[in-house]
Nanobody, 123 residues
Framework: QVQLVQSGGGLVQAGGSLRLSCAAS????????MGWFRQTPGKEREFVAA????????YYADSVKGRFTISRDNAKSTGYLQMNTLKPEDTAVYFC????????????????WGQGTQVTVSS
């Protein structure tokens, strides 16, 4: 069992930056593939980024590549999503997820989820 608690997020102007954190407790965090997703009203959860257990493999959605950076600190059992050059279309509820059992781009492959945090980018 893994519990994920998110922090960060909020309101920022276009072009600004935010950092999301995802603190894990319970089962060994370092053995879990970790991902970030986002969701807007009426839409399915959208893949943003993912990182392998040792950070050897990192994946991004095309829409955030070059602007967002996913990272993890296994010693602190915490994952991060640094978001730079934010755009109004990045506005969404962001979720961290852990322990993918298959396709890392699919939300339904992850076993554990954070509570979600709102990111709002004003134009």
């Amino acid at each position: 069992q893994v519990q994920l608690v998110q922090s960060g997020g909020g309101l920022v102007q276009a072009g600004g930056s935010l950092r999301l954190s995802c603190a894990a407790s319970g089962r060994t965090f370092s053995s879990s593939f970790m991902g970030w997703f986002r969701q807007t009203p009426g839409k399915e959860r959208e893949f943003v980024a993912a990182i392998s257990q040792s950070a050897l493999w990192i994946y991004y959605a095309d829409s955030v590549k070059g602007r967002f950076t996913i990272s993890r600190d296994n010693a602190k059992s915490t994952g991060y999503l640094q978001m730079n050059t934010l755009k109004p279309e990045d506005t969404a509820v962001y979720f961290c997820a852990a322990d993918s059992s298959g396709n890392i781009y699919r939300a339904d492959s992850y076993a554990y989820w954070g509570q979600g945090t709102q990111v709002t980018v004003s134009s």
